[in-house]
């Protein structure tokens, strides 16, 4: 079992950065493609940045490229996601998760195909 943990989130004010981390217990198999999604209330979770960690391409949801950016340090077993020019609508739970093989588009992964999830850190952007 693969077990993930965030930390990082807080308040910021609208223009801020943060950056969340993501400690897991090492591979295990399908857990190629590691992401972060987040859910805002009332809202649907969505997949905000994703990365093969077969090949190190990463992707970004439009909402957040050029401004977020998805990194793992090997040596210790984390997931970062670096927040950049944060915006009130970026306020959300954010979930690091972790699935997947070597060759699957991580992005394109249905949210089911993610098998370990972590217990979520909040972020909460203010104008």
């Known amino acids: 079992q693969l077990q993930l943990a965030e930390s990082g989130g807080g308040s910021v004010q609208a223009g801020g950065s943060l950056t969340l981390s993501c400690a897991d217990s090492?591979?295990?198999?399908?857990?190629?493609?590691r992401a972060w999604f987040r859910q805002a209330p009332g809202k649907e979770r969505e997949g905000v940045a994703f990365?093969?960690?077969?090949?190190?391409?990463?992707s970004y949801a439009d909402s957040v490229k050029g401004r977020f950016s998805i990194s793992r340090d090997t040596a210790k077993n984390t997931l970062y996601l670096q927040m950049n020019s944060l915006k009130p609508e970026d306020t959300a739970m954010y979930y690091c998760?972790?699935?997947?093989?070597?060759?699957?588009?991580?992005?394109?992964?249905?949210?089911?195909?993610?098998?370990?999830w972590g217990q979520g850190t909040q972020v909460t952007v203010s104008s």
């Open positions: 990365l093969q960690t077969g090949d190190g391409s990463t």
């Open positions: 090492g591979y295990r198999p399908s857990s190629y493609c």
């Open positions: 998760a972790a699935g997947g093989t070597w060759y699957d588009d991580c992005a394109r992964r249905p949210i089911s195909g993610y098998n370990y």
